[in-house]
């Protein structure tokens, strides 16, 4: 049964500790996106890579976020320093992005961020 | 303004009842239009997708899709408490490109 994997699946922690998320996207799948989710603003992108080349950070606080994707089985997410206002629920979610596919993601559980 | 405008609700349906949720956009170039439904402390899921316009049908649900008015719609009929959940509006340009969500509207079912 293939899924995407995120942990941690919850995260309680003071503000300006450093946060790091982890994703195992579906095996075979080139692009990974990394989504933020507020009651506010809904699901944001934040960043995305294919074949694990960085596509598009720019929904990214630059200056204290950063994605990368050391192998293709592994994606992160880091905040350094984090802070209250960064409290959301992050997901991974992985595809199969190329223009005769309809782009369908799949979704991981999502990680549970609190900042204190 | 956002380029996918969803009403969030809360929507509160007798078990039975036909429900129309529905997403408007700016974005004239978007082709692909998805309806994902995520349950409490899960990720989003793929319930229907359409390529362009029209309609599309499966089992109780109907995706409506109408370009020239940049307006879509997802029908439940006959609802279920099952169905209570966030549905959340998606649409790209391509496959290529990331889908875009609208914010979510959550449905409640009532028995």
Request: charged share 20%; net charge neutral.
């Amino acid at each position: 049964d293939a899924r995407v994997t995120q942990t941690p699946r919850d995260k309680v922690t003071e503000m300006g500790q450093e946060v790091t998320m982890r994703c195992q996207p579906i095996l075979g799948h080139n692009t990974v996106f990394w989504y933020r989710q507020t009651m506010m603003q809904g699901l944001e992108l934040l960043a995305y890579f294919r074949n694990r080349a960085p596509l598009d950070d720019s929904g990214m606080p630059k200056d204290r976020f950063s994605a990368e994707m050391p192998d293709a089985t592994l994606a992160t997410l880091k905040i350094q320093p984090s802070e209250p206002r960064d409290s959301a629920v992050y997901f991974c979610a992985s595809g199969l992005g190329s223009q005769t596919n309809t782009g369908e993601l799949f979704f991981g559980e999502g990680s549970r961020l609190t900042v204190l | 303004q956002k380029e996918v405008e969803q009403d969030p609700g809360p929507l509160s349906v007798p078990e039975g009842a036909i429900v129309s949720l529905n997403c408007t956009y700016s974005n004239s170039a978007f082709q692909y239009f998805m309806w994902y439904r995520q349950y409490s402390r899960k990720g989003p899921e793929l319930l229907m997708y359409t390529y362009s316009s029209g309609n599309k049908e499966d089992g109780r649900f109907t995706a409506q899709v109408d370009k020239s008015s940049k307006y879509i719609s997802l029908f439940i009929r006959d609802s279920q408490p099952s169905d209570s959940a966030t549905y959340l509006c998606a649409m790209s340009k391509s496959g290529n490109t990331p889908l875009v969500f609208g914010k979510g509207t959550r449905l409640s079912v009532i028995a």
